[in-house]
């Protein structure tokens, strides 16, 4: 395949940021049948569910902007990310996995499709020493939103113009009321591109309750 999925119609991108896409997605689906990426009934949509997901993150915050991903598992958003940015010539992705079998697939990811991006093999509470600085933070199926605002919270204090890009389920109110009892933050929904009752949560502006 070198021309872009129907469901990435809408992005304008270079036939090499095409070829980076399918590089990356054939290389998922050989790694993905060996090591547990992402769930099983979701890989014969790799470009719907997958792709297109994370790449509708870049979307929403454009630019050479400094990104911490956490738990980056099948590079989803981080490695679409960081090939996004390899178009724009700057710009990286901080990769954050645990998981040495995981990290081994982003770090050969990266190898062969040259985004742009570093991987980490830590735990996320220990990122914030290894990651000085960040403009925008990514994560995906990792955590409710409390959790995800306390790993992030580091990182808010050193920048306040930090952004969060969370990819929540229909259930993400609940989330919300939960972490307005120990956060302050401002908050814009976007609808998903991909899953109607799902949202992307931006947040800026985040910290402490006192």
Known sequence: MNTLPRELS???????????LNT??????????????VAPSTLSEVWS?????????????PGPRIWADLGSGGGFPGIVTGILLAEAG?????????NN???????????????RATVHAIRIEEAPAAIERCDAISA???????????FSAPWAERNADLRLFLHKGRDYQRE???????????????ASIVEPDSVVLEVSHLSRQP
């Open 10 to 20: 809408g992005l304008n991108v270079s036939r090499e940021t095409v070829d980076r």
């Open 24 to 37: 990356f997605v054939a290389l998922f689906q050989k790694w993905a049948k060996a090591i547990n990426l």
């Open 49 to 61: 569910r997958h792709v297109v997901d994370s790449a509708q993150i870049y979307a929403l915050h």
């Open 90 to 98: 700057d710009g990286w992705v901080h990769l954050v996995e645990s």
């Open 101 to 115: 079998k995981k990290a081994a697939f982003l770090r050969t990811a990266i190898l062969e499709t040259g985004a």
């Open 140 to 150: 995906r199926a990792l955590a409710d939103l409390d959790l995800l605002m306390q």
């Open 176 to 190: 919300l009321d939960k972490a307005l009892g120990r956060w302050r933050f401002d908050l814009v929904k976007h």
